[in-house]
């Protein structure tokens, strides 16, 4: 089955008056489990606003969308705020970790959410740490960390509570070319461990790792394409 | 969701709460010291008021029971009117002959003491007291009243009714004229005339030295109405028997009287039967109503305090719109956001109370030197209330702006 399905989407902004913008014109997209995809598009071309509504930020103006078979277009904020919580691991382009707290306390918010007890929530950050490679990091805080260590914080935080999708929002934007290499290799290794990662990128470099790309042009979808010679990206090819 | 992983979330949402709102205030130092010297100021001053209040209740009490707590004062004037005063001025006067109307005739009573007064001057060799409170009674008074003998002894019986020149002095009359002599068997001149010394009181205390007995002097009353006139309205103290009512009390005394003074049944009494509750209750009202004030405005002061924390709450909320969004987008409902401040805005309150009481506290044992007093156990648990009351109210608006707040718009926020 489809995790997430999206029927006829649209959103219109309201700017006041007469005006109003047709940020998506009738989104129709299908991804399923353990797909590698990419969303692209120039700016204004509304995938910002997919991004926000397929990460239940946000709620379409009309338009049916199902996640994992549950209608969540018609939620309401708490309800939409769990499946964000169990079901959405997100990774940003500005990382948007908490600046007093330490990685491990970062990457436990999700559990803590959730409800999970002291003893496990410390036992699955750490795992989630350890999976990005900042087990020994754990106890410093993001001013203390580099660009890259930060990003896989993010990045364990949004593996922490094992989310059917990873919605990543130009992860590698605020990083230099090395770095970034090294986030897209996590992300490949994630993947290849049976995750479904969403990728939102404006860089056709960062969208040629993923085996499906998307492309949006004027809030409506322009080309929806498999990539057969994707690059596959690992640490050792980094060194 | 089961029941208990709904608590066991709503705890840890609480827990996190705590720990975000000790780092906020962590975070910003001079800004949470600030606030919280409103919520500071705000107890101090409401825990003193109700401290003062105790004070000049227990102060009162303990004047009021000069009065004696069975004791009766037939007398012309009541001590809390209700008419015109020259309704009780036209009245007559109460006489030594009602006294020994109520001596021979009333069942229920104990002791029958009347007495009088007059403000003259006393005078041991060259110390003079000007307003020594002469008053003149029989044996009897020493158990109609709430005094009670330190050195020496009361008046006789014999002395009352002969008139003897003795006299008993209260506390402050024998710490005045006689520092570091003993007044026993001294002669104490009273507008010249000279009176033996035979007893000295114990001390009394009392409120501003209005009802105590400690700058009187005791002499017979018949010496009293040769040397200083006798047509003069008296006070009869009545000591009720023990265990008898008060009111049966009242009644027997009334019926003597008015009997005495001959009055028509359709006649009001000319007289009144005053008692030391009365009094404890309007002065009752009276500390009420200071009460009342009082604590309306200092009550404004802390108000005062709470329109600070719900402002820097505000300035809390806006600088923090990115980690609500950041907290949203993980998972926060709106509940957890709303949660998280109003354990901010309390903390803040709790510690403000906290450092309120630990002022307030040392300051009231101060107090204690001037008024008898002690910070009541209720002023604490109300000041700490009060103040947890405060945060959740002052920073509820702060709280909810914050819990409404649109993730996509808060994550944009720079």
């Not at chain 2, 003795?166 to 007044?183: M, R, S």
């Not at chain 2, 028509?264 to 009094?279: C, G, K, R, V, W």
Request: charged share 20%.
């Amino acid at each position: 089955m489809d995790i997430i399905n999206l029927i006829q989407i649209k959103k219109i902004y309201d700017m006041g008056g007469a005006e109003e913008v047709q940020a998506l014109r009738g989104i129709d997209l299908k991804i399923g489990k353990n797909e590698y995809v990419a969303i692209m598009g120039p700016s204004g071309s509304g995938k910002s606003t997919l991004m926000n509504i397929i990460g239940c930020l946000d709620t379409p103006t009309s338009g049916i969308y199902e996640f994992n078979g549950v209608k969540v277009s018609e939620m309401n904020d708490d309800q939409l705020a769990k499946i964000r919580n169990k079901e959405i691991g997100f990774v940003f382009q500005t990382f948007n970790l908490l600046a007093r707290s330490n990685a491990l306390h970062n990457v436990e918010l999700p559990l803590i959410y959730a409800g999970v007890g002291k003893a496990q929530r410390r036992e699955m950050a750490i795992k989630a740490l350890e999976q990005v490679g900042l087990a020994d990091r754990m106890y410093h805080k993001p001013n203390e960390l580099s660009g890259g260590q930060r990003q896989r914080v993010a990045i364990a935080r949004a593996l922490v509570n094992r989310p059917s999708i990873i919605l990543a929002d130009e992860p590698t934007g605020n990083l230099d070319t090395k770095t970034g290499d090294e986030i897209m290799a996590l992300f490949e290794q994630i993947h290849q461990q049976g995750n479904t990662i969403i990728l939102v990128t404006h860089e056709e470099y960062i969208a040629e790792h993923a085996k499906r790309i998307i492309r949006l042009r004027d809030g409506l979808i322009e080309s929806d394409e498999i990539l057969n010679d994707r690059k596959i990206i690992t640490d050792e090819l980094i060194k | 969701m089961t029941e208990k992983s709904l608590l066991m979330n709503l705890l840890s949402e609480i827990k996190e709460g705590l720990r975000i709102a000790f780092l906020a205030i962590k975070a910003n130092k001079m800004r949470s010291i600030l606030t919280t010297l409103g919520i500071v100021i705000g107890v101090v001053s409401v825990t003193m008021m109700a401290t003062a209040i105790e004070g000049v209740d227990r102060k009162f009490a303990e004047s009021a029971s000069a009065f004696g707590a069975n004791v009766l004062y037939v007398q012309k004037y009541p001590w809390v009117g209700h008419e015109d005063w020259w309704i009780y001025r036209n009245r007559k006067d109460i006489t030594l002959q009602i006294s020994n109307d109520i001596e021979n005739n009333a069942k229920l009573v104990e002791a029958v003491a009347p007495n009088v007064v007059t403000v003259r001057s006393s005078q041991y060799l060259d110390k003079v007291m000007k307003n020594t409170f002469v008053t003149g009674t029989n044996e009897q008074y020493i158990y109609a009243s709430a005094t009670a003998i330190k050195d020496g002894r009361f008046i006789s019986q014999e002395e009352a009714q002969g008139g003897r020149p003795v006299c008993v002095i209260g506390a402050n009359i024998a710490e005045n004229l006689f520092p570091n002599i003993d007044p026993i068997g001294k002669t104490l001149k009273i507008a010249g005339y000279p009176y033996q010394i035979i007893g000295v009181l114990e001390k009394q205390g009392g409120l501003f030295g209005i009802f105590t007995a400690d700058n009187r002097a005791f002499i017979p009353i018949r010496s009293f109405m040769n040397n200083f006139g006798s047509r003069r309205d008296i006070t009869i103290n009545v000591l009720a028997k023990r265990g008898v009512d008060i009111d049966d009390v009242k009644e027997e005394l009334r019926g003597i009287i008015r009997k005495a003074r001959k009055l028509s049944p359709a006649a009001p009494d000319d007289f009144n039967i005053n008692e030391q509750d009365l009094l404890i209750q309007t002065f009752s009202t009276i500390t009420a109503v200071i009460a009342g004030v009082g604590f309306f405005i200092t009550g404004l002061s802390l108000f005062v305090g709470g329109i600070g924390i719900m402002n820097i709450m505000f300035v809390s909320v806006t600088e923090r719109t990115k980690e609500i969004g950041i907290r949203k987008a993980i998972g926060a409902k709106r509940r957890t956001i709303l949660l998280q401040f109003l354990i901010e805005s309390s903390v803040i309150c709790l510690i403000g109370g906290f450092i309120g009481l630990a002022i307030s506290y040392p300051l009231s044992l101060l107090a204690n030197q001037i008024l008898p007093t002690a910070m009541p156990l209720s002023v604490v648990f109300i000041a700490i209330s009060i103040s947890l009351i405060v945060g959740v109210i002052s920073g509820f608006l702060p709280a909810y702006k914050a819990s409404r707040l649109d993730p996509v718009e808060a994550l944009r926020y720079e």
